[in-house]
């Protein structure tokens, strides 16, 4: 039997897996064929590649591309753009841009949604529904009945009802600001809840969840600057979202979020460094991952530019956030993955070039994807 986590990259939306009777982990990796980096320039690729989702055994030593299915995918939004059923029937795969018809140098938003058959083999995707524009983060919830997807370029959060691993609208939430950058839609672990991170007008809105009826509550909650990527796991008491703040050098923050507080709140913000793109909670729920841009996203030239991103652990405890650990990982890193045993890590980047070697199971995948996998050592 599969089991499926969730993690991932905005340019890779990654996804953990624990899997059958070899004992296999895997990874799923949504891949932009398009966006480059250019001495801190984001740029159209030439010749443009074809967007894919990969599947990568990270119990392999070094981890290893079992398939890879064509699919629309964006580095544009939080590294949450993979969602997996609770059943590991299907995964959800959002595209958020693609390229401009009139110029083949820039891209505009997108409303991609694939649907995988992750029980097929090889994986294929089975259906292509249309979100909204800049269809961004999406989740699915426990008892695997409905999705969600923020919608970055027009303020709404796509509503999916799911049966027999079959997707259907349901319709859209508007949150009242078609500029507020919804960027990743998270339900609460017991389903009742929905948390819709804003990174342009820096709130984090709250939605109520009754018998699937989605409605926003009106309520919402101010973490820091540009909030982004977030998760929650464990017993689900808390969940972590990153603020990727304005990328002028100054450190960014992480917020732990009281989940249980009625309503609930931020309760503690911890600096993290340049530009937390990804966060990720271990499946215990006692620690959580930050993948930090650390400037490895800037022009060579800037004051605040580092020829490495940074993976930093931190344990919790309540609301509670204390370092742990770092390790060097490599430029412009979007996801990261937990192992099911909460003691492996499997970190992306987007990278064309073959970079330096940062350790024994360092890997490129083909064209795009960085990863490395390690064991923690915090106990």
Request: glycine share 10%.
């Amino acid at each position: 039997m599969r089991q499926w986590l969730v993690a991932g990259g905005s340019l890779l939306a990654c996804v953990s897996l624990s899997a059958g009777s070899n004992g296999a982990e895997l990874v799923v990796s949504a891949n932009d064929g398009r966006a480059i980096l250019v001495n801190g320039a984001a740029q159209v690729a030439q010749p443009v590649r074809p967007d894919t989702v990969s599947i990568i055994d990270i119990a392999a030593n070094p981890p290893r591309i079992l398939f890879e299915i064509e699919a629309p995918a964006s580095v544009v939004g939080p590294p949450q753009s993979v969602a997996v059923a609770p059943d590991e029937s299907i995964a959800l795969v959002t595209g958020a841009t693609k390229l401009d018809p009139a110029d083949a140098s820039k891209t505009v938003p997108d409303d991609k949604l694939s649907v995988i058959d992750l029980k097929s083999s090889p994986p294929r995707v089975v259906a292509t529904l249309q979100a909204g524009r800049g269809a961004a983060g999406v989740s699915i919830n426990r008892a695997g009945t409905l999705a969600l997807v923020a919608n970055r370029a027009e303020g709404t959060v796509s509503i999916f009802t799911i049966a027999n691993g079959t997707l259907t609208p349901a319709g859209k939430l508007n949150l009242g600001d078609d500029k507020s950058g919804p960027s990743h839609a998270l339900f609460t672990r017991d389903g009742k809840m929905a948390l819709v991170s804003r990174d342009n007008d820096h709130k984090i809105s709250v939605l109520s969840v009754l018998e699937g009826r989605v409605e926003y509550t009106k309520r919402d909650i101010n973490p820091g600057l540009r909030p982004y990527s977030m998760d929650t796991a464990g017993a689900g008491d808390t969940a972590v979202v990153g603020n990727v703040g304005v990328g002028q050098g100054d450190a960014d923050t992480i917020s732990i979020i009281d989940l249980k507080a009625k309503p609930p709140r931020v309760a503690n913000t911890v600096s993290v460094g340049q530009t937390p793109e990804g966060v990720k909670m271990s499946p215990d729920g006692n620690f959580v991952v930050v993948t930090v841009m650390n400037g490895s996203n800037k022009a060579k030239e800037s004051p605040f530019f580092n020829d490495h991103g940074l993976l930093r652990i931190y344990r919790l405890s309540g609301t509670d956030a204390a370092h742990v650990a770092d390790a060097p990982i490599g430029h412009w890193c979007q996801g990261a993955a937990w192992s099911k045993d909460s003691r492996r890590i499997l970190a992306v980047c987007n990278r064309l070039e073959r970079p330096k070697p940062i350790g024994p199971l360092s890997t490129v995948a083909p064209g795009r994807c960085i990863s490395r996998a390690f064991r923690t050592t915090a106990s």
